[in-house]
């Protein structure tokens, strides 16, 4: 194991793959085998692979506190089932991403006054137009997009919005989602299909947010 | 935006772009991150959290069935019916709290030296699936097994049993509709299937620490009701929500991870909301019967059971009150009256991690 690895620094390297450390399980860090041998080598592995972007998964939709605690409850969650994960079934990140999502749901208040307080900023041009690139139209506009847009999310489903987040800003594949999910591929697919295009239609409307 | 905007669309490209941006500020603490990875991986416990316990459980007596109770609350499991009132005629309204907490005598198991708390938590889940005529009720079976309370390393599978209650219509009839309740296996979709609603209220966020309470946590807990309350109340986003503090204290008890004398603290922290019911001897779908704490918001009521000669959560109900929308997607609304969902937890010692205890 490298230095990074051990010491958990450098955490936006590239995800370690060298097969040569010992600590890698002979299936590999995509569906590693979790149930034999000292599991704290392999998770050590898996955190400095997928701590940082899981992170940034989290704080964008409950903020950096906040995801800094789940990212802790996940991995520990993580561990503690370790058992149950099934590699013939999935990828680790599809599993980790579902227990994410599941930790998420103590969290849907303050996800959803997130989203209003950036939708009520839509309403408000002086807050949008001030920044490095008030002085770009483009700019201006392209937040102003981002603002309308929190409304429309606020008001979704938190199974749309989980769909939806976890491609767009997780990076998840329909595949990982639906192993993430619970559900068929078949329904991330049609859900997705069904949610960006209310979206489309639902977020240049913007309107008055409440908490 | 008024109503007499033109109606716009977006472009995929628009949508996009507003979701790149979106939230888009912050990235991770390296140093945070260090840390919480040198927490996980000293997540295995030290020695001395491993539980020597405690006082030998009360020699329990012979189950007490309550025959009416019970058929009537079978019969509620079949069919989704409210047991509301059947529980309060059959169940002994008691004119003082203190009385009911009274008789609450909180004990632990023998724990010997290299063996596991067992906590085992069957949950019926409703489901009114989607634009159908079709309901059913689905168990997962969530297991803990734990070297000891305030142990770090334990160990937790939740597992969809493949038992279905058909409340209307029939497994062909749902195959024909194409619907696939959840098959027998690891729980997939665990958060919806196997965890209490109160858990998915969203009134009723708090800090997962809660659920995970390893050592430092215990130690950390008041020694007092009214202090336990009130650290409970101030670890809530929305502390004066009678709900909420029910809601957490019924998940800290439904860990099964918390040692007697803490759980004797917890009961009286919640006989202190003015909002919460006491009534004693209310039946369980297996027949015991316990001691029931409930709770009613404007939706639903909540109810927690607790064996008098344990102290020990041995039953968790939720009933709607109104429409309940599910807002996963799966459910339609469930009509007030319904059980939505309905748990039964056992308790035992278990020689091997991964094990079930040897009857």
Redesign the interface.
């Known amino acids: 194991m490298n230095a990074a690895a051990r ?6 390297m590239q995800p370690l793959t060298d097969a040569s450390d010992p600590a890698v399980p002979a299936m590999g860090l995509d569906r590693p085998d979790l149930t034999s041998g000292d599991p ?1 080598p392999v ?2 592995l898996l ?2 692979r997928h ?2 972007a899981l ?2 998964y989290l ?3 409950v903020g ?1 506190e906040t ?7 996940t ?3 993580a ?3 370790r ?2 994960y ?1 590699p013939d079934t999935g990828t680790f990140r599809a599993w980790l991403y ?1 227990i994410a ?3 998420l ?6 996800e ?1 006054r ?1 989203l209003n307080a ?1 939708a009520r900023l839509a309403g408000r041009d002086e807050h949008v137009a001030h920044g490095p690139d008030s002085h770009v139209p483009a700019a201006v506009d ?2 102003r ?6 409304g429309a ?1 606020a008001d979704l ?4 919005r989980d769909t939806l987040l976890l491609v ?2 997780a990076g998840l594949e329909p595949a990982e989602v639906a ?1 993430a ?4 591929q078949g329904t991330v697919r049609s859900r997705l299909h069904r949610v ?1 295009r209310q ?3 639902s ?5 008055d947010r409440d908490d | ?1 008024t109503d007499d ?1 033109p109606r ?5 490209s ?11 500020e ?5 140093s ?10 000293r ?2 416990p030290p020695p001395e959290t491993h539980m020597r316990l405690v006082a030998a459980p009360s020699p329990r007596g012979t189950h007490r069935w309550r025959p009416v109770a019970a058929a009537v609350t079978a019969l509620a499991l079949m069919t989704g019916a409210t047991v509301i009132a059947v529980r309060g005629e059959e169940s002994t309204p008691v004119a003082s709290r203190q009385s009911a907490l009274d008789g609450i005598h909180a004990t632990d198991p023998v724990l010997p030296e290299g063996q596991y708390l067992y906590i085992a938590d069957r949950h019926w889940k409703r489901t009114n699936a989607k634009g159908t005529p079709i309901a059913y009720r689905s168990e997962c079976l969530s297991e803990t097994w734990s070297p000891g309370f305030g142990a770090a ?7 969809m049993t493949g038992r279905i209650q058909w409340i209307s219509s029939t497994a062909q009839d749902a195959e024909n509709y194409g619907l ?1 309740p ?1 098959p027998a296996g ?7 299937y196997c ?1 209490p609603s109160l ?2 209220d ?2 009723n ?5 809660w659920l ?1 309470p390893r050592q430092a946590i215990l130690d950390s807990l008041p020694h007092t009701a009214q202090d336990l309350l009130a650290t409970l109340r101030h670890s809530l ?1 929305i502390s004066e929500a009678e709900s909420s503090v029910f809601s957490l204290a019924g998940e800290m008890l439904g860990t099964g991870l918390y040692p007697a004398s803490i759980r004797t603290r917890l009961y009286q922290a919640l006989a202190l909301l003015p909002q919460v019911a006491i009534t004693t001897d209310a039946a369980l779908p297996d027949g015991r019967t316990g001691t029931e704490f409930s709770l009613a918001t404007s939706t639903k009521l909540f109810a927690l059971t607790v064996d008098p000669r344990t102290g020990q959560l041995i039953g968790t109900r939720t009933t709607a009150l109104q429409d309940l929308p599910d ?4 459910s339609d609304d469930l009509k007030p009256g319904t059980v939505v969902d309905e748990s039964v937890l056992t308790y035992g010692v278990s020689t091997k991690r ?1 094990e079930k205890p040897v009857r």
Request: aromatic content about 6%.
């Open positions: 010491t958990g620094r450098d955490l936006h704290a998770f050590g955190f400095d701590a940082a992170h940034r704080a964008r939709r950096t995801a800094h605690d789940l990212v802790g409850e991995f520990l969650t561990l503690r089932q058992e149950t099934r579902g999502t599941n930790l749901r103590h969290h849907v208040r303050t959803v997130g950036t392209a937040q997009k981002a603002a309308l847009l929190a999310l489903s938190e199974a749309d767009s800003w192993e999910l619970g559900i068929p960006r979206l489309r239609a977020a240049p409307k913007g309107g | 935006m905007t716009q669309l977006w472009s995929e628009d949508l996009d772009e507003a979701l790149s941006l979106l939230h888009n912050t990235g991770p603490d390296e945070r991150l260090a840390d919480t990875r040198a927490l996980l991986l997540a295995e390393d334990f160990g937790q599978t939740q597992t696939n959840p690891p729980a997939s979709n665990a958060y919806y965890a858990r998915r969203m009134d966020e708090y800090p997962t620490r995970s986003p807002y996963n997607d799966i991964g």
